[in-house]
Nanobody, 130 residues
Framework: VQLVESGGDSVQTGGTLTLTCSVS?????????????IGWYRQAPGKEREGIAC????????FYADSVKDRFTVSSDNVRNSVLLQMTNLKPEDTAIYYC???????????????????WGKGTRVIVSS
């Protein structure tokens, strides 16, 4: 499984941004796709990596960290074989490098996504200025 993030940019406080995680190695909606989960993570300068959202194809559910709940939305784009992270009401503390990652069953449930996943992209930078 390979993942490539895109969409990072510089925005002002209160702005919106959508990140894309392009996935290869399995086809959304195809055979076996429900054995995967996709997580979104971020790492701010000087801070530890934080798991912020997860989409479980196994259970058809999404999960969010408290820090982004009600502001960020994760969804799948089956046409583009991608997972989107729509970010609204951005704050300076959202400034970070954002990564997507994938894991297979049983970790596809997202139950342990905040610990980490097996396959990672290289990240995309988001800067939120006040």
């Amino acid at each position: 499984v390979q993942l490539v993030e895109s969409g990072g940019d510089s925005v002002q406080t209160g702005g919106t941004l959508t990140l894309t995680c392009s996935v290869s190695g399995f086809t959304f909606g195809g055979a076996g796709f429900d054995g995967y989960g996709i997580g979104w993570y971020r790492q701010a300068p000087g801070k530890e990596r934080e798991g912020i959202a997860c989409l479980s194809f196994t259970h058809g559910r999404t999960f969010y960290a408290d820090s982004v709940k009600d502001r960020f939305t994760v969804s799948s784009d089956n046409v583009r074989n991608s997972v989107l992270l729509q970010m609204t009401n951005l704050k300076p503390e959202d400034t970070a490098i954002y990564y997507c990652a994938a894991d297979a069953y049983p970790y596809s449930s997202c139950a342990t996504y905040q610990i980490g996943m097996s396959h990672w992209g290289k990240g995309t930078r988001v800067i939120v200025s006040s």
